[in-house]
């Protein structure tokens, strides 16, 4: 089936294992799931709504860190989305950031129904300790990797490719798909819809 991401919608916030929903797609099968992660200021909720073609469904914050809990979605009744919290945000208490990666390892090593995680980066921004912590994660957990290079809005058109390039170079991961995404000006949500179809029929496979 190719998904076409229409008819979105919020299924419930999950903290731990016990938490997480059991979601049924069209054929009775449990539905397959892919996981948002980035930085806390990323944009994630902006991208998923635009994804979604669903302003607000999910709540935006001008609080970076404000997303503390995995929160499930589904779109066209049969592929779960969890975004996943935030990291990297200093002023989130140290009692909250200290139970975000206990959190977000579990679900990344422990959900079987996992497929592929869309991974958010800032086009302006470099990795840090943060971010390859993040992207060691996702290579221990063996599951397929979308690179999304946000906010391509915020910088000149000239300057995507040598950013982009550097970007992968301090990430220095082999075969790492990526996609260029702005809400704002609309661009990447086709090609990144179809990423997900060709990963997700290449799991079929």
Do not use: C
Not at 12 to 23: E, F, G, I, R, V
Not at 41 to 53: A, D, E, I, R, Y
Not at 157 to 173: D, P, R, S, W, Y
């Amino acid at each position: 089936m190719k998904y076409l991401f229409k008819n979105a919608k919020f299924i419930k916030t999950a903290l731990q294992p016990k938490d997480y929903p059991h979601l049924l797609g069209l054929k009775e099968q449990q539905m397959s799931e892919i996981a948002v992660a980035g930085r806390s200021n990323v944009g994630k909720s902006t991208l998923l709504n635009h994804l979604f073609q669903r302003k607000g469904l999910v709540k935006t914050s001008s609080t970076p860190g404000k997303t503390q809990a995995l929160n499930y979605f589904t779109v066209d009744d049969d592929l779960a989305l969890v975004d996943l919290p935030g990291y990297g945000y200093a002023n989130v208490p140290q009692s909250v950031r200290r139970k975000w990666g206990p959190m977000v390892q579990a679900y990344l090593n422990g959900r079987e129904l996992l497929k592929i995680v869309l991974f958010l980066f800032d086009i302006r921004r470099m990795p840090n300790a943060d971010d390859f912590q993040m992207v060691e994660w996702l290579l221990q957990s063996e599951i397929a990797v979308i690179l999304v290079i946000t906010k391509v809005d915020k910088v000149k058109k000239n300057q995507i490719k040598a950013q982009t390039e550097k970007i992968l170079q301090a990430f220095n991961v082999e075969n790492l798909y990526h996609v260029h995404y702005s809400a704002t000006k609309n661009v990447g949500r086709k090609e990144l819809i179809s990423m997900i179809n060709d990963a997700m029929h290449g799991e079929d496979e």
